[in-house]
C-alpha cells in the first residue's frame, strides 16, 4: 500500500481501498477535502469537507442533501461521504442507476483525494484542500455523562459543544445501545434550555394508534366522560427539549403534523382544530438507516430535511477501542466495586476481543461480575430473567424471601438450579437493591437517582417499575 500522503500508487493510477477503520491512537482527524463538480448540470459547484465535523455529507438531487445535483438521472439521496481517519468513506444509498468511482462501480470505498466520481450524467472530483494539514484531535474523554477517550468518539464531542449552546434540531443514530438518550440528556443539560424539562417520548414504545394523542395531546370532550385537556409530550416539554426515540417508527401518516408541529411551532390536539404554540427544542434518534427509508418513501424526505440540521452517529462500542476498560472500570466503581479491583487481564480480553455488544451489555456483564466474581468472565454476555427462562413475576417471591442479613448468593446456590437461572437470579436480587439504594439516596427523584448511576431516566424508571410492581 504506498504512504498516505500520496493518493497515488506506484504506478500513478488512483488506487481503491478496502474500508477499514483508522487506529484509535490517531492524534488527527485528517485533512479537509474539497468536491468539485466538473461535469452536469450542476458544473462548477463546490462543497468542502471538514473532518470535524463528524457528520455524513449526502450528494444526491434532493434539497436535504449538502451537495444538492439538478440532474433527474440522481436520486434523491444518491451517496453519502464521511471522513474517517486521513481519508473519506463513500457509501452508495441503493441509488437507482450507482456510483463509479473512476469508472469503478461500488457500493462502498474509501478515498484519499484524486478521485473522479460519476453519479447519473454529473462527474465530481474528490481533492485535498490544497496545502492544508491534518486537524488536530481533541483531547476531551467525556461530554456530560457521555464517557469515551478513543479517536472515534473524542471526534464528537466539540460538535456536541456546539449544538448543546443551540437550539437546532439533531438526530442522534446509532444502534441499539449505543447511548443515544443518555447523549440527547447530556445536550440538554450542557444548554441553556438546563433548567427546562427533558421529556422521552419513545415512538417504538407506543402503540402506532395512541401516538398522534400521546404526542400531540387530546381535547376535553374526545373521549366519552372525558372532562379535562390530557397533553401530550409537546406541552410536556414546553421551555425544554423533547427527545424523540426511535422516530422512524412514527407513521407515515403522522409525519406531517409532527412536522407542522416543528416548523410553527405550534401543536393541535386530537379532538380540536385550534393550535397551541409550544417552545420545544427537538433531539430525535434512529436505529434506522434514515437515508435509505427516505430512499424508499417509508419517512418523509421534508420531515428528515427539517429534522437533520445536524447528524450525530454514535459508533458501537466494537470500533471504540479502548473505552471498553475505560467504562468497564467507571461502571465497577460507580456501582460500588473496590477501584482498581477489575483483574487487569479481564479488562485486556475484553478490550482485545472487539467487544461484541453495546455499552449497556457492558455495564450489565460490570454488573455480573461484581455480583457472582469470576463466575462470569465471557465478553458479551447477555442474560437476563427472561433469557434464562424466568420472569421477573416469578423470580420476585425469591427475591424477597431472602433475608437481608443472610447471604442470598448462598441462599439461591442452595436451590441447586441450572448456572444460567441462577446467576439470572443473583444479578436480579444485585440490581433491586441497587435501585432501592440509589433511590433512597436521592430522595425518590429518578432524575437526581438516574444521573447518580450513570443510566438513562428512563431505564431506572423502568428497573423501579419492575421491581416495585408499579
Known sequence: MSDESDPKGPSGETSLETVVQPSDGATELG???????????????????????????????????????????????????????????????????????????????????GEMLRVGQSSIRCERSEGAKPRGLPQASRFGRVLGKSRSMRRLYPLCERLAASNVPVIIEG???????????????SGPRARGPFVVFDCGAVAPELIEEELFGRERGTVTGDVTVTPGA???????????????????ELQPKLLR????????????????????????????????MVQQGRFRDDLFHRLAV???????????????????????????????????????????????????????????????GDLIDEPGRTLDGDEAGLSLGS?????????????????????????ADARARIVQEFEHRYVERILALHDNNVTRAAAAAGVARRHLQRLKARFRGD
Open 31 to 113: 485533512y479537509p477535502f474539497v468536491l468539485t463538480v466538473v461535469d452536469g448540470p450542476s458544473r462548477g459547484t463546490h462543497y468542502a469537507i471538514d473532518p470535524a465535523e463528524p457528520n455524513k455529507v449526502l450528494i444526491g438531487s434532493s434539497p436535504a442533501c449538502e451537495l444538492k445535483l439538478e440532474d433527474a438521472s440522481v436520486s434523491r439521496r444518491h451517496l453519502a461521504l464521511e471522513p474517517v481517519g486521513q481519508r473519506l468513506r463513500l457509501r452508495d444509498l441503493g441509488s437507482a442507476n450507482g456510483t463509479q468511482v473512476d469508472g469503478v462501480v461500488v457500493i462502498e470505498a474509501m478515498l484519499r483525494g
Open 261 to 292: 408541529a416543528i416548523e410553527r411551532p405550534e401543536i393541535t390536539r386530537v379532538g380540536t382544530a385550534n393550535a397551541t404554540p409550544v417552545d420545544v427544542r427537538i433531539l430525535a434518534s434512529t436505529r434506522r438507516d434514515l437515508d435509505r
Open 234 to 252: 409537546f406541552e410536556h416539554a414546553d421551555g425544554g427539549t423533547l427527545f424523540i426515540d426511535e422516530i422512524a417508527e412514527l407513521p407515515l
Open 310 to 372: 445536524t447528524r450525530i452517529e454514535l459508533p458501537p462500542l466494537r470500533a471504540r477501542k479502548g473505552d471498553v476498560m475505560m467504562l468497564a472500570n467507571h461502571f465497577w466503581t460507580e456501582l460500588g466495586g473496590t477501584p482498581g479491583a477489575l483483574p487487569k487481564k479481564l479488562l485486556e480480553q475484553w478490550d482485545d476481543d472487539n467487544w461484541p455488544g453495546n455499552v449497556r451489555e457492558l455495564r450489565n456483564t460490570v454488573v455480573r461480575r461484581l455480583a457472582l
Open 175 to 189: 444502534e441499539t445501545g449505543t447511548g443515544k438518550e443518555l447523549l440527547a440528556e447530556s445536550v440538554h443539560q
Open 395 to 419: 423470580s420476585r417471591h425469591a427475591i424477597h424471601t431472602v433475608s437481608p442479613a443472610g447471604d442470598p448468593i448462598a441462599a439461591i446456590l442452595a436451590m441447586d438450579l441450572p448456572l
